[in-house]
């Protein structure tokens, strides 16, 4: 069995070539042997596990993403205000070196959320992840960006390093595992809260819907996920909806009660406007119980109005109303991508995803950073089978997220 084959089974990850091929020569070097030849292509099963420390990704830092743990927080608030008695359950997987967890506690206690009301449990597939996670000592690597005052309030220096206090530390479950092969029969519905953050970007299309099935099984059914910006399409496409929550990509399954949250609309950016998250790009367009009142007569020069009231007819079931709309629009302003996304949209909608392709890529043709388009062609292309192809449009994705929120890739 090749090299890459072996490391897949055994993690789930799709690897390029050249990330197995330099694991191996790290491998070979520590080993002493000759060449990459010498390797064994059968592996003791310890040798495995070494092989698979090198291709894991378990970088993070403190508070990545922060709005995600204000939205968690105040869920977790929500929980509590209705059921003062109850236990909120929290699930990070994969926990890396316990950055996400560990934020999550100190968002809590930032928060002045009773100790005794929330229980964070952390998984992650390598162990040395796991032990940097139990010994709570970080280096300042694991501090990034200017809001960083929390330390003060949680760590003690230790040399170069930071060490977290105790008390916070004992507030974490840490445990080994892979989310793949987990045995979830005792964790059906467990958890309130799950983060599953940048781990479906480095799955195929079939791994990527097992984990999904198992996130939503250890889901309860009126709890909420919180997903990677490039992640959200993949949710939506096996059963999830998004739920709108300010600066924070999270979803929900299908059967959540809506009072609870609400479904994102199909998105119309408006100009010299900061745009605001997008929706995740497999979110089903669905049917309002009333028709609003009819649209004011729109001047023949007003495309952004014409766009809004195609998005809106879409978002009504009138399909054949708004790509009229967006055709309108066009006339006026040929340039305007939004249009060419809610195209795409409405044909989606009606099953032709080869003509929603096609207004899709026109769309990024005009503006290479439209998040939204780019997510659904990631989709499709997974769709399609094109894993390359879709990898790349969801590493656009991500880039072009990271460049809105004034962060580094």
Known sequence: ????????????????AAIVERAVAERVAILGLDNAQAYPDAPTQSELKALVELVVVPESWMFRDAEAFTAATA????????????????LSVPCAGGEEPYSMAMALCDAGVPRTGWQIEAIDLSDVALARARAGLFTRNAFRGAAIGFRERYFTAVGNDFQISDDLRTQVAFAQGNLLTLDITAGVGRYDIIFCRNLLIYFDTPTTALAVGRLATLLADDGILFAGYA?????????????????????????????RTEVAALPVRQPRK?????????????RMPAAPPAPKPLAPQDAAALLACASRQAGLGDYAGAAASCHAALKIDAAAADAYFILGMVSECQKKPGVADEYWRRCVYLQPDHYEALCHLALLSEHNGDAAEALRFKQRAARVYQRQQGKSP
């Open 1 to 16: 069995m090749k090299m890459r084959e072996l490391l897949r089974r055994e993690t789930g990850l799709n690897l390029s």
């Open 75 to 90: 869920e977790v608030r929500e929980r509590l205000a209705a059921h003062p008695a109850r236990t909120v359950r929290i």
């Open 231 to 259: 992640e959200v399409p993949a949710f939506c496409a096996s059963g999830f909806v998004a739920a709108r929550r300010k600066g924070a990509f999270a979803v929900h399954k299908e059967r959540r009660s809506a009072a």
């Open 274 to 286: 900061e745009r605001a998250a997008p929706p995740p790009a497999s979110a089903p367009v669905r």
